[in-house]
């Protein structure tokens, strides 16, 4: 979902400047795309079937009011979306220049609508709206827009796709900066690097900035014990904001803490002497069940996120005074970070349903009371070990389709200068 934006823009620009190597660029990074598409496809659909074998219990309580927008996913976002796909990477030479446009914006709109789908069923397991219990005990959907237009799912999608943008910006700078240090496919490199660090800068500013802080309020209101947890606060006062620290659950205290006085007072209240509710204030019934876990998650989610936006801001800076190019350390540094941001989203999702435990549906139902009765453990055991073995091994398979095609390169630059001088002959003759 990061890539679909960034493929947008660079055929844009290709449409807008008559620029053949934006094409040719939007070309490459749809072939990145399609292989990324079709193993999200292999590797989703065993996550919908678990709601029937190990999560039988909840799909009985809440299938009345999830089945909607799941529903709504798989018929209407995904297939708009691998529809077009097919045309963006197929059909150029049949459609005008418009009309391919158009396919490639269909692919990015439908994968971004697919993601509002899955992201506005979870924000209904962290903040339940919309709903009324029937006479068995399960919910069924009382209004279709206010399960759509949950106000946690509107922050949390925000969230969410800033977070795949920065990851999809730094693999495009990632990859322009492997071929500028490797010195070849230089013309394309630098528009990866632009590109990517442009996108990467707005993106990872919208992460910390808005967005973050968005979620962040959620938290405060709704589930204000999680966000106790995830800080490690354990006393009702004034709070610090941790930055580093190992929290000690049992003495209910940080050890070797560093933090910034006051600032998640600020940050939650907007007020730097207010006081901050602490897990000692809720029943430990209702505190997340693993607390260190959800800590470390949020931490290295944040941590990160905060590097992302230094290492996008300092390569803008270079961008600027036309020197990034040729700043090897820098490249360097674009190239080893490609993985952190996939580590920094997965980190993300671990605090948001380490947080909302011990619920699926927070408030509602506890998870002790959703899950499969009649599945063992160690039937669960033998399906996640054969899972994960069944998943390393495409995961290895997709790396090597992807370094494949990195290796083979977007179209060759003597073709990629041509088709650029060219078209500057062919703006000056107009202009002429």
Partial sequence: MGLAPLIVVLKSIGLWKNDERYNKAARFWAKIFGISFVFGVVTGIPMEFQFGTNWSHFSKFAGGVIGQTLAMEGTFAFFLESAFLGLF????????????????????????????????????????????????????????????????????????????????????????????????????????????????????????????????????????????????????????????????????????????????????????????????????????????????????????????????????????????YETKWLLWVLLLSFPLPYVANTAGWMTAELGRQPYLVYGVLRTLDGFSKSVSAANVWFTLLGFMGMYSLLAILFLFMVQREINHGPEPVEGIAAAAINAGDAHAARRN
């Fill in 89 to 324: 990477l197929y059909g150029e030479k049949r459609l005008s220049k418009i009309a391919h446009w158009w396919t490639g914006f269909a692919v990015f709109f439908g994968s971004w609508l697919s993601g509002y789908f899955i992201i506005a069923t979870d924000a209904w397991m962290q903040h339940p709206v919309a709903y009324h219990t029937t006479a068995d005990g399960s919910v069924t959907l009382s209004s279709f827009w206010g399960l759509v237009l949950n106000p946690w799912a509107i922050w949390q999608y925000a969230h969410n796709m800033a977070g795949a943008t920065v990851t999809g910006a730094f693999v495009m700078a990632a990859v322009g900066a492997y071929y500028l240090l490797s010195e070849k496919y230089l013309e394309q490199g630098k528009i990866f690097v632009k590109v990517g660090v442009i996108g990467g800068i707005i993106a990872s500013l919208l992460v910390i900035g808005p967005t973050g802080d968005g979620q962040g309020q959620n938290l405060a209101e709704s589930q204000p014990a999680a966000l106790a947890a995830m800080e490690a606060h354990f006393d009702t006062k004034t709070a610090d904001l941790v930055i580093l620290g190992q929290p000690n659950v049992e003495n209910k205290s940080i050890d070797n803490p560093l933090v910034v006085p006051r600032m998640l007072s600020f940050l939650v209240n907007r007020d730097w002497g207010s006081q901050v509710r602490g897990l000692s204030s809720f029943p430990e019934s209702e505190w997340p069940t693993n607390i260190s876990l959800l800590y470390y998650a949020y931490h290295i989610m944040v941590g990160l996120g905060t590097i992302f936006m230094l290492v996008m801001l300092l390569s803008g800076i270079q961008l600027v005074r036309k020197k990034l």
